[in-house]
């Protein structure tokens, strides 16, 4: 009787047993779907526990800038930094000439660019180094020139012919010797024995490099019949003769480049128009 008394009353109220149990299974989700937070409070002797949500936030993610194509501007710092080296380099030039390399002392060249007698050496780590860099930077700018003055004087003269190339690599030459940034020039000249064997390599590869260029151009003129000699000889005689001039040319007697440069030609070469003149 119990037993009929019971399944009586279960099927009576079935649509409320359902909706606990939709109820509970509701909250086993909601349960499962986010971390819970205990908190504790107490009632008479016993605590009773609560169950809260805790809501989890994303923090924003900073956006990463992009990095600019090309390379990178230089600050200020970098472009006052290059122009001390410059002003270290040009005044190291100068006391080499005037009072030579063994002689002229950090603090001299310190002295020179306005500086402390320690900041050379954060630009090159020896006055060895700083020689060095006078020269070869000077002979690579020279090679440089050097083929753009060819460059224009083909692009302005198409068919030039060997006598005027020879004119525009003396021309260039004197510059080279003798103008704005001629200082490396007399301290190759004189301060090479105090280089190290390899800067000493290195540097003669850039010179051959230079006096090299002449020779197709010497060629040519000696197929021409204009050069006295074979071309190589011809480039010697001529790299001593112009070299010499650092000792003698003065801008203030009146001799500019260019009248120096025909000069110099006429010496070498005979006249384009004449070759089988003697």
């Known amino acids: 009787l119990p037993g009929i008394f019971t399944k009586h009353l279960f099927a009576k109220n079935s649509h409320l047993c359902y ?15 986010a971390p819970l937070k205990k908190t504790s409070v107490r009632s ?60 002229t002392s950090t603090r001299d060249i310190a002295a020179a660019a306005s500086m402390h007698s320690k900041s050379p050496f954060y630009h090159f780590a020896s006055k060895s180094a700083l020689l060095f860099a ?85 060629e040519a003129l000696h197929a021409q019949g204009a050069l006295q000699t074979e071309p190589g000889v011809t480039r010697l005689f001529i790299f001593g003769a112009l070299n010499w001039a650092v000792q003698w040319f003065s801008p203030k007697k009146g001799k500019s480049l260019d009248a120096l440069t025909s000069e110099a030609l006429a010496l070498f070469v005979r006249h384009p128009h004449t070759p089988g003149q003697h």
């Open 19 to 33: 909706r606990d149990r939709m109820e509970s299974t509701a909250r086993r989700k909601s349960a499962t779907t």
């Open 44 to 103: 008479g002797t016993k605590a009773l526990t609560a169950v809260t949500p805790v809501r989890i936030v994303a923090a924003p993610v900073a956006a990463v800038p992009l990095r600019p194509r090309g390379r990178p501007r230089k600050t200020a710092a970098e472009l006052d930094d290059g122009n001390r080296r410059r002003e270290l380099m040009d005044g190291a030039a100068k006391l080499f000439i005037t009072k030579g390399f063994a002689a």
């Open 134 to 218: 006078v020269m070869s930077e000077g002979m690579t700018n020279a090679v440089q020139s050097q083929q753009a003055a060819l460059d224009a004087l083909h692009a302005r003269l198409p068919d030039a012919t060997p006598h005027e190339c020879l004119r525009t690599l003396i021309r260039h030459h004197f510059e080279v010797l003798l103008g704005p940034r001629s200082g490396f020039i007399p301290v190759m000249l004189y301060e090479s024995r105090s280089l190290t064997p390899v800067q000493h390599k290195s540097i003669a590869r850039l010179r051959d490099g230079y006096e090299f260029a002449w020779i197709p151009t010497l």
